[in-house]
């Protein structure tokens, strides 16, 4: 596979991370996720890696590659820890891409520097609570208002937006009594009007920051709008598809995490005078996992360079998400089988990364829209012939 995608470059991107997630992550992952504990050290660290500005060009401080190294640092932080890989790709595909792609020069030269030096987080605001997998029934609202706009609602699971200090969201553009369209803005965290609300307690990603945010009254300048109305939130749509690739980078890292750790188990614990690798119950189940985490590994890094080539990846990216979260929930469950009792216990790893694989379907689109999105693609696909 590095041969298929990876220039010399990308190698050194997977060996630097792989150093940085085994010496500085692994030691304490366990204390993260136990504690809740948001990683701000090893924010800083990824920063000055140059991981926070990953795919931000050099120009605005980032380090400027492209979607293969984006997914390469995912998987590496994943196998180790899915909270610190979660915080970085929140940042990098829903905190700067849409202002990469959606923003004016004075935005970018505002934010990105910052973003790329990992000394400000970035967040984005899409989901409500009655506006999930249906993003077109937003009901957040902002009113023209002069120079400015008034903008009252909410946004739910935004993640990393406790610690960040810029936010994008989603909004209705209202000018007097004519909706003008769904819009996208950026402002800073501290904007009055913005309430964060307190962290979420989660099943798994724990120690990654997840709030609820409301909009009371919140005056913004005209200025923030990134776009115009009418092409905002077809550009946020267009993120989610990265955002897709990145989840599914996110699902191969977990399921190899929890891989591996079932393979060295299955060498180290002994059952009838043998290692339980010796029976072919426990053996099908890795074999089949490394085979399954090999053409999770193949969708994403085939979606990532198709991306990296400006070619269309809707349904590349939807099938990557699709079929490497499954399965990383598959390999999570099954690590924990090939561990029997231990795997239920906390102290081993595996415990930790399954609770962390169940995300993995819902989040940027669950596994039910995925397959709507991957079927409506092929109906395109035949119309167009």
């Given at each position: ?12 991107i ?8 085994e010496?500085e992550?692994a030691?304490?992952a366990f204390e ?8 701000q ?8 890696l ?6 931000i060009p050099?120009k605005?401080g980032g ?10 640092a995912i998987?590496e ?6 909270s610190v ?12 891409l849409?202002?990469?792609q ?20 970035g ?11 249906d993003?077109g029934?937003t ?11 008034i903008?009252n609602?909410?946004?739910v ?8 200090g810029?936010?994008s ?9 004519n909706f003008?369209g769904?819009?996208?803005?950026i ?10 609300a307190?962290k979420?307690?989660?099943m798994?990603?724990?120690a990654s920051d997840?709030?609820?945010i409301?909009?009371?009254?919140m ?6 709008m990134?776009g115009t109305?009418?092409?905002?939130f077809k550009?946020f ?13 996110l699902?191969?890292?977990t399921?190899l ?21 010796k029976?072919?119950s426990?053996?099908?189940?890795i074999?089949?996992?490394?085979t399954e985490?090999?053409a999770?590994?193949?969708?994403v890094?085939?979606?990532?360079w198709?991306k ?5 990846v ?18 999570t ?11 239920y ?15 993995l ?7 039910e ?12 696909e035949i119309?167009?012939?």
């Open positions: 596979m590095d041969n298929l995608f990876f220039s010399d470059e990308h190698l050194m997977k060996e630097m991370v792989q150093e940085f997630a010496s992550v030691p304490i993260l996720d136990k504690n809740e504990t948001f990683p050290e090893i924010v800083t660290k990824m920063g000055e140059g991981l926070m500005g990953i795919v050099e605005y380090t400027g590659l492209d979607m293969v190294a984006f997914v390469t998987i932080l994943a196998r180790v820890d899915a890989a979660i915080t970085m790709t929140a940042h990098t595909s829903l905190g700067c849409p202002l990469l959606l923003g004016n020069d004075e935005q970018k030269e505002k934010y990105l520097p910052k973003l790329a030096s990992g000394e400000m987080l967040a984005f605001g899409l989901t409500e609570p009655s506006a999930g997998s993003s029934a009901k957040t609202t902002a009113v023209k208002d002069g120079d400015s706009y903008v609602g909410g946004k699971f935004i993640t990393n937006v406790g610690e960040a810029v936010l969201f989603t909004s209705r553009i209202m000018d007097g009594d003008k769904i819009g996208a803005f402002i800073p965290t501290n904007t009055p009007g913005l309430e964060i307190t979420e307690k989660k798994g990603w724990k997840t709030r609820q409301f909009f009371r009254d005056v913004i300048p005209a200025s923030a990134m109305p009418s092409d905002g550009a749509l267009k993120t989610l598809t990265s955002g897709r690739i990145a989840i599914g980078a699902s191969v890292g399921a995490g929890a891989y591996e750790k079932a393979l060295q188990y299955s060498s180290e614990r002994e059952a009838f005078g043998k290692p339980i690798h029976f072919q426990v053996s099908f189940k074999a089949d996992m490394a985490i090999e999770s590994k193949l969708l890094y085939h979606a990532a198709m990296d080539q400006g070619i269309s809707v349904k590349e990216a939807a099938m990557a998400k699709l079929f490497a979260s499954e399965v990383a929930m598959k390999t469950t099954e690590a924990i089988q090939v561990h029997g009792g231990y795997g216990v906390k102290e081993f790893d595996v415990e930790r990364f399954f609770r962390d694989a169940k995300i379907e819902i989040g940027e689109g669950t596994s829209i995925q397959r709507l999105i991957i079927f409506r693609e092929l109906l395109n119309s167009s012939v």
